[in-house]
């Protein structure tokens, strides 16, 4: 079956603008997760949709957001982009329960 | 506050020897924990996985383990093969907490033909 799919795979924005990245799950997985890759501090949690709804939020502040659809596509974003947001952005789906993560290829955005 | 480390960035071993990676974490209620494999340009690839009722997990040339005493865990691969060159992350997370996992910062792997 079809893998994680995540869009766009590469962007490059400008400080103070804003972002939003696609991720659409495994089909008949329900919990959709993103993560931050950066260099030297590994994968780090954003948060968890599960049927819809925030189920966990990682330590990262207000502008980053995001939402799961009825058909568990989920898009993060980013408002007021700071240089520091450059990262690789990692969406992972799960079929619910804690257990094994399947991840996308990650769609990586440069602020300059 | 980093609740999981990997305090080896590197690793090179030879061809058909064993790799070890480890793997240290700090909080007790850790009770799950997942090894992932990445090539450059590829999302990580789940290996193995063990929860805290055991000690020891094995799939095929990888083999977990688990020291919940030392709150240390361990990947083992034998033989270890030139394809098995990559950046490998554990990953901890807690019951009741979904999928939040919390991952180490990576252990690069390079096997030598």
């Known amino acids: 079956k079809a893998g994680v799919t995540q869009t766009p795979r590469y962007l490059i924005k400008t400080r103070g603008q804003q972002v939003t990245l696609s991720c659409s799950p495994i089909s008949g997985h329900r919990s959709v997760s993103w993560y931050q890759q950066t260099p030297g501090q590994g994968l780090q949690f954003l948060f968890e949709y599960f049927s819809e709804t925030q189920r966990n939020k990682g330590n990262f502040p207000g502008r980053f957001s995001g939402r799961q659809f009825s058909n568990s596509r989920s898009e993060m974003n980013v408002s007021t982009l700071e240089l520091g947001d450059s990262a690789l952005y990692l969406c992972?789906?799960?079929?619910?329960?804690?257990?094994?993560?399947?991840f996308g290829e990650g769609s990586r955005l440069t602020v300059l | 506050d980093q609740q999981v480390k990997q305090n080896s960035p590197s690793l090179s071993v030879q061809e058909g020897r064993i790799s070890i990676l480890n793997c240290d974490y700090t909080?007790?209620?850790?009770?799950?924990f997942l090894w992932y494999k990445k090539y450059p340009a590829e999302g990580p690839t789940f290996l193995i996985s063990?929860?805290?009722?055991?000690d020891k997990n094995e799939d095929g040339r990888f083999t977990v383990f688990l020291n919940k005493s030392a709150k240390h865990l361990s990947l083992h691969i034998v033989p270890s093969q030139p394809g098995d060159s990559a950046v490998y992350f554990c990953?901890?997370?807690?019951?009741?907490?979904?999928?939040?996992?919390?991952f180490g910062t990576g252990t690069s792997l390079t096997v030598i033909p």
């Open positions: 909080n007790s209620m850790f009770d799950y």
């Open positions: 063990i929860s805290s009722i055991k």
């Open positions: 990953a901890a997370s807690a019951t009741n907490t979904g999928n939040q996992f919390y």
């Open positions: 992972a789906s799960s079929s619910g329960g804690a257990g094994e993560l399947f």
